[in-house]
């Protein structure tokens, strides 16, 4: 597949702007409170409908013209990270939500962040002293579950408290986004700048973004959600992730990714197959837009949470550097996404939108294809 454009002038401003501006945000498992608050402004400031569960996943919504089956996008809005549990004087102990070896963390500093965004009280950091590590028997057996910290001079610290990895929050360099949470707020984006473009585009549509809670900790908010009744019945869902690149598993610049499963599950085969046909028809359309399809095997998504739970699901990502903030060396590092593929991954939402009703159209075409192969094969050996 043609590689896509990568030069840095060919990414709008408003999409640099809203990725320093999102992706930028603070959060953790249970403490995403400031992403969801930028989630119901961003609806809001555009006529769109934002509403929440009894779970606190978030839901915006874009519809217009006929009734049309929905097309969900889902992405989750934590990231791995540190919550403060105890403060004794300038001594911290940390909890570690997320998933990452136990050989990152010792000797990092870390930036803090009140749970309460009402109650920011100014930078504040620490250095970790030593950390913590489980046993379990795992991919990880040796994972990061918590640390000890100290305060540098002049911060403070309470309970409760979000301990990031001290980061950049968000820069972009060239056509590259440096950050230290692009899992998942960078799903979101490409998310919200479909969003964006469906607005400012007006097509006969309707597409819902999803944003779910603590996905770090178990897929929690993806399976409450399918319990919440916030998903519209009939809706094809698409879990949106960034998915580690390491290993050669896709290439950053290359475009987005369809992705056909993950480390535990394979999606379905019938909304993949539309996916594919909706990203080649834009190709076709335009040879500059580039895509991949690739497994995606470095983690597990949502969309296994969805499909095991009763909704027939698919899924798209986009490559990702640096997964976790696992730097070489050991050593904690931004996480790295190329905007040129957040730009077309939004540009095949926005096509799969328009063409939801086609779903069952493109299997069913495969499937006829392959009768008639079928049927000519067996005349063919007949005899022979």
């Known amino acids: 597949m043609p590689r896509a454009a990568a030069r840095s002038s060919r ?9 320093k501006a999102y992706v ?3 959060t953790g498992s249970f ?3 400031r992403v969801h608050d930028f989630l119901r402004q961003f609806a809001e400031a555009r006529g769109l409908t934002y509403r929440e569960d009894s779970a606190g996943n978030a839901l915006i919504e874009y519809r217009r013209g006929r009734k049309t089956t929905p097309l969900v996008l889902g992405a989750h809005t934590d990231h791995p990270g540190f919550v403060v549990t105890k403060v004794n004087g300038r001594r911290l102990e940390l909890e570690f939500r997320g998933g990452i070896p136990g050989e990152y963390g010792k000797g990092e500093r870390i930036r803090l962040y009140s749970a ?10 620490a250095e970790i002293t030593s950390t913590v590590l489980s046993d379990a028997a795992n991919r990880w057996a040796k994972r990061l579950i918590g640390a000890k910290a100290t305060l540098t001079a002049g911060s403070t610290a309470q309970v409760g408290d979000l301990a990031l990895w001290d980061v950049e929050p968000a820069r972009v360099r060239g056509s590259i986004l440096h950050a230290r949470s692009c ?3 960078g799903g979101g984006l490409a998310i919200l700048w479909a969003l964006e473009q469906l607005v400012a585009q007006q097509p006969d549509a309707h597409v819902l973004g999803l944003f779910t809670r603590a996905e770090e900790v178990g897929l929690v908010g993806a399976a409450a959600v399918t319990m919440t009744g916030l998903l519209p019945a009939g809706a094809l869902i698409v879990a949106v992730e960034c998915s580690s690149m390491a290993g050669g598993r896709a290439v950053q610049g290359e475009g987005p990714v369809i992705r056909v499963g993950d480390a535990q599950h394979i999606f379905s085969p019938r909304i993949t197959m539309w996916m594919t046909r909706v990203a080649l028809e834009l190709q076709q359309e335009d040879p500059a837009f580039g895509f991949q399809r690739k497994l995606m095997d470095g983690g597990t998504t949502e969309a296994t949470a969805y499909d095991l739970l009763g909704y027939e699901s698919g899924a798209a990502c986009l490559a990702l550097g640096n997964y976790h903030n696992m730097g070489p060396n050991s050593r904690i590092a931004a996480e ?7 730009e077309g991954l939004a540009r095949l939402f926005v096509a799969m939108g328009q063409n939801t009703r086609r779903v069952d159209e493109v299997y069913a075409t495969a499937v006829k294809r392959w009768r008639g192969i079928a049927k000519d094969a067996a005349s063919q050996l007949r005899g022979r």
């Open 11 to 19: 990414i709008p401003k408003p999409l640099v702007d809203l990725a």
């Open 24 to 26: 930028g945000l603070p």
């Open 31 to 33: 403490n995403e409170t």
């Open 116 to 125: 309460d965004p009402r109650e920011d009280r100014g930078d504040s950091t």
């Open 183 to 185: 899992d998942d707020l």
């Open 336 to 342: 790295t996404l190329h905007l040129g593929d957040v």
